[in-house]
């Protein structure tokens, strides 16, 4: 599964499941849509929590990729 957050149509969080390794939590620059930094977590409830701790994005702003 993936999960996106997006803040004036920038790209700026991805939670990304590696199916037998946890979900990686990329952060990217909106100024140049790169990826800036990325994170392996256990669980994607703690990939929300790194997310909101480092990047203060919104728990409940991520989207479920479709």
């Keep these: 599964m993936k999960y996106h957050y997006f803040k004036d149509n920038q790209l700026l969080g991805l939670i990304e499941e590696e199916e037998g390794i946890g ?3 990329y952060i990217y620059n909106p100024e140049t849509n790169k990826c800036i930094a990325d994170h ?6 703690l990939a929300q ?9 919104p728990r409940n702003d991520w989207k479920n990729c479709k």
Excluded: G
């Design 23 to 25: 979900f990686y939590l």
């Design 40 to 45: 392996l977590q256990d669980t994607y409830e």
């Design 49 to 57: 929590q790194q997310a909101w701790e480092d990047y203060k994005i």
